[in-house]
């Protein structure tokens, strides 16, 4: 377990810009120590825990990229057509070392080692072959179609940088490079939990003024999403002995621990009383809509985070911040995709000095531009506003209005884990 000084998410400003908070935790927070060694197989997802340079060339040859035949380029006539003869045949795998000699071609095969001698490959389709003969046209550049030994990555070159979230892809470049095994960070373990007397489990039925806890699942989902094992720390009511009792034992297991309601100000939100208590508590006013309440403290070492109580509310703090402390505790190297530009087919007005996250979906009109249309519901509450839309227009903080047809900044949620 990573853990914290009791005043790492110390604040001294009034209203919290996200670059600061995300500024703070990088500077202030450690990651988890613990490494492990992990075959290819499992290793999608995992962040990587050290530098991976090249132990060999790749590819390790010079080679075909495509099916044809191998020449050398200064018996080629630039004006017209050479013939020339075609005295050996290299498959892909063959081992045998070929050559060709001064005005001889070779037959060969995507991925077959290049003989001595040749340095240009035409590609079977633009060429003729007659009686054992190939007739060639002008016109091709020294080297079309040849792999160099090296080109792809170098022996000795950096491949993969430490702090990488593991990809298909990056696997696919460790096992061309002969490894078969990888050091990646351990998981983090996060306890999630959710707070509320209003709170019905869900199957549970409704009395007047209750409802059924939905972000305790999102949460775990959206943590799941980020590579973390998750605990399910369960549903409380605004009882502050329990809930101390919870987060407390929660600390005791976990890398990190995330509440969702009770964080504000008022007389029954229980939830900031009970850490201010049981450990060191920082609250955070970001300057974002929806979502500002976030409370940051520490437990016995373990880093907590309180999310407001508002579906949305949550969804948009957990993907401005909570992401990047899971990175940051995770050993990962992350930072928020950049917002894609697309033109508004909508007008908003917004106060200066926050960032307001504009939930839209886009749309392909028929003369193939997109456009971002705004959900017809704000309300941090309401949950279809997230399932109806695919991301969010973010707004900055300098910008009072839009306009349609005015180009914004649009984020995916798909890109957002």
Same mark, same amino acid.
């Given at each position: 377990?990573?853990?914290?000084?009791? &005043?790492?998410?110390?604040?001294?400003?009034?209203?919290?810009?996200?670059?600061?908070?995300?500024?703070?935790?990088?500077?202030?927070?450690?990651?988890?120590?613990?490494?492990?060694?992990?075959?290819?197989?499992?290793?999608?997802?995992?962040?990587?825990?050290?530098?991976?340079?090249? +132990?060999?060339?790749?590819?390790?040859?010079? !080679?075909?990229? *495509?099916?044809?035949?191998?020449?050398?380029?200064?018996?080629?006539?630039?004006?017209?057509?050479?013939?020339?003869?075609?005295?050996?045949?290299?498959?892909?795998?063959?081992?045998? #070392?070929?050559?060709?000699?001064?005005?001889?071609?070779?037959?060969?095969?995507?991925?077959?080692?290049?003989?001595?001698?040749?340095?240009?490959?035409?590609?079977?389709? &633009?060429?003729?072959?007659?009686?054992?003969?190939?007739?060639?046209?002008?016109?091709?550049?020294?080297?079309?179609?040849? =792999?160099?030994?090296?080109?792809?990555?170098?022996?000795?070159?950096?491949?993969?940088?430490?702090?990488?979230?593991?990809?298909?892809?990056?696997?696919?470049?460790?096992?061309?490079?002969?490894?078969?095994?990888?050091?990646?960070?351990?998981?983090? =373990?996060?306890?999630?939990?959710?707070?509320?007397?209003?709170?019905?489990?869900?199957?549970? +039925?409704?009395?007047?003024?209750?409802?059924?806890?939905? !972000?305790?699942?999102?949460?775990?989902?959206?943590?799941?999403?980020?590579?973390?094992? *998750?605990?399910?720390?369960?549903?409380?009511? &605004?009882? +502050?002995?329990?809930?101390? !009792?919870?987060?407390?034992?929660?600390?005791?297991?976990?890398?990190?621990?995330?509440?969702?309601?009770?964080?504000?100000?008022?007389?029954?939100?229980?939830?900031?009383?009970?850490?201010?208590?049981?450990?060191?508590?920082?609250?955070?006013?970001?300057?974002?809509?929806?979502?500002?309440?976030?409370?940051?403290? @520490?437990?016995?070492?373990?880093?907590?985070?309180?999310? #407001?109580?508002?579906?949305?509310?949550?969804?948009?703090?957990?993907?401005?911040?909570?992401?990047?402390?899971?990175?940051?505790?995770?050993?990962?190297?992350?930072?928020?995709?950049?917002? @894609?530009?697309? =033109?508004?087919?909508?007008?908003?007005?917004?106060?200066?000095?926050?960032?307001?996250?504009?939930?839209?979906?886009?749309?392909? !009109?028929?003369?193939? $531009? @997109?456009?971002?249309?705004?959900?017809?519901?704000?309300?941090?509450? @309401?949950?279809?506003?997230?399932?109806? $839309?695919?991301?969010?227009?973010?707004?900055?903080?300098?910008?009072?209005?839009?306009?349609?047809?005015?180009?914004?900044?649009? =984020?995916?949620?798909?890109?957002?884990?």
């Amino acid at each position: 377990m990573a853990q914290l000084s009791n &005043d790492c998410f110390a604040f001294g400003g009034e209203l919290m810009p996200i670059e600061a908070g995300l500024a703070l935790i990088g500077e202030r927070v450690q990651p988890v120590a613990e490494i492990e060694t992990v075959s290819l197989f499992e290793a999608d997802g995992r962040v990587l825990a050290e530098d991976i340079i090249a +132990p060999l060339d790749l590819p390790g040859f010079d !080679n075909s990229a *495509v099916d044809g035949w191998a020449v050398r380029h200064a018996d080629l006539s630039p004006d017209g057509e050479t013939v020339l003869p075609v005295v050996t045949r290299i498959a892909a795998g063959d081992r045998a #070392p070929h050559k060709i000699g001064p005005g001889e071609s070779a037959r060969i095969f995507t991925g077959a080692v290049m003989p001595a001698g040749a340095d240009t490959v035409f590609m079977q389709e &633009d060429v003729r072959e007659e009686a054992g003969r190939l007739i060639l046209p002008p016109g091709l550049k020294l080297g079309a179609n040849r =792999r160099l030994a090296g080109e792809d990555i170098a022996a000795g070159a950096p491949a993969l940088a430490a702090g990488l979230r593991l990809q298909p892809q990056h696997i696919a470049l460790a096992s061309a490079l002969g490894l078969t095994e990888l050091k990646v960070r351990r998981r983090l =373990r996060v306890a999630v939990l959710s707070t509320g007397d209003e709170l019905v489990a869900p199957g549970q +039925p409704l009395a007047p003024g209750t409802l059924h806890d939905s !972000n305790r699942v999102m949460m775990a989902a959206m943590l799941r999403r980020a590579g973390c094992e *998750v605990t399910d720390a369960g549903m409380h009511r &605004d009882e +502050p002995e329990s809930l101390a !009792n919870a987060i407390l034992k929660a600390a005791a297991g976990h890398d990190l621990i995330i509440s969702s309601g009770g964080v504000s100000t008022g007389e029954e939100d229980h939830t900031r009383k009970v850490v201010e208590r049981v450990g060191t508590l920082v609250q955070w006013r970001l300057a974002i809509k929806p979502g500002r309440p976030v409370a940051m403290a @520490v437990v016995d070492g373990t880093p907590f985070v309180g999310l #407001p109580g508002n579906p949305v509310a949550v969804f948009v703090t957990f993907v401005n911040v909570v992401r990047a402390l899971v990175a940051r505790l995770g050993g990962e190297t992350w930072a928020p995709p950049p917002p @894609v530009p697309v =033109r508004s087919a909508f007008p908003y007005r917004k106060k200066t000095g926050r960032r307001e996250f504009v939930r839209v979906a886009l749309v392909r !009109n028929a003369d193939g $531009s @997109v456009e971002a249309h705004k959900h017809p519901r704000e309300g941090a509450g @309401v949950i279809t506003s997230l399932t109806e $839309s695919t991301g969010f227009v973010e707004l900055s903080e300098p910008v009072t209005s839009v306009a349609v047809g005015d180009v914004v900044g649009y =984020r995916s949620y798909e890109e957002m884990f």
